[in-house]
């Protein structure tokens, strides 16, 4: 049957199908809310709310296998004292319905120390399934390359067919004829590689390695955080992957509820 990706409906989530089938979660910011109070913006904390939202994904899904792609705290490089309390809950709970995989973003520092665990006090913070941390340069799953996107990845990842990563939070912004009425929407990204930028990093690798593929970048699960704009003329993407390796003028852009809407560049 092949390699199939859907994206759930008016959800920042996708679905790979292939032996397994994993939900796919990118840029869950965890205790995005404690920075923005330091800046004035009050918000009680969201984790509960992400929480419930990423169960009802999986509830619908039921997948082999979750993988959260980078970024599931926003501290850096520090822990916070909501990440002490936060991050295990979260993964644990996730941990109840299927092996937890996450790809290290560039604010999962020390991350590994706040896997949940057992204690004499609390016996039920044992998560039912593994959760495992991978390297911040991604790993292929199941045919499928993940990595956050915030540095240079493993070279394996262009064998493969596809690759997902996170960490621009991709967003355009529409506007009427008369530009009176404006809005911000959360988007997929889907783009190729230019295979001479590629080839430039990574000399060793080989035509017959290269398998041209799609590189997904997923929308921010978490809809406080920003991100970039990418039908603003001035936009400048994150991470070697999105700034340095794919071709800017085939990038095509769907919005959350599955309508394509034309490629980033003419959308200007």
């Not at 109070?37 to 296998?65: F, M, W, Y």
């Not at 506007?175 to 009176?180: C, F, G, H, I, P």
């Not at 809005?183 to 430039?200: L, N, P, Q």
């Not at 034309?262 to 200007?268: I, N, Q, S, T």
Request: hydrophobic residues 40%; glycine residues 8%; proline residues 6%.
């Amino acid at each position: 049957m092949g390699i199939t990706l859907k994206p759930l409906i008016d959800e920042p989530a996708m679905v790979v199908e292939n032996e397994f089938k994993t939900l796919v979660i990118a840029d869950l910011h965890l205790g995005i809310e404690a920075e923005l109070r330091e800046k004035g913006i009050n918000i009680g904390s969201q984790t509960e709310k992400l929480l419930e939202r990423a169960i009802t994904c999986v509830k619908a899904v039921e997948p082999d296998v979750i993988l959260l792609l980078g970024d599931v705290k926003h501290a850096v490089p520090k822990i916070s004292w909501m990440d002490r309390k936060e991050v295990p809950l979260f993964l644990a709970e996730l941990a109840e319905y299927a092996p937890v995989y996450v790809v290290k973003g560039n604010h999962d520092g020390h991350l590994n120390r706040l896997l949940p665990k057992a204690t004499e006090s609390e016996p039920e913070c044992k998560p039912k399934h593994e959760i495992c941390i991978k390297s911040t340069r991604g790993f292929v799953f199941d045919g499928v390359g993940y990595t956050h996107g915030h540095s240079w990845p493993l070279q394996d990842l262009f064998s493969a067919k596809y690759v997902l990563i996170g960490h621009n939070h991709p967003r355009i912004k529409l506007a009427s004829s008369q530009s009176r009425y404006r809005s911000t929407r959360s988007v997929w990204i889907r783009a190729r590689c230019d295979y001479d930028a590629v080839k430039e990093h990574y000399p060793e690798l080989r035509k017959s390695g290269w398998e041209d593929p799609w590189v997904i970048i997923m929308p921010a699960f978490n809809e406080i955080c920003g991100g970039i704009t990418f039908n603003a003329p001035t936009k400048r993407l994150l991470g070697p992957i999105a700034s340095k390796l794919l071709r800017l003028e085939d990038m095509e852009v769907y919005l959350l509820d599955g309508t394509y809407i034309g490629k980033a560049g003419e959308l200007e």
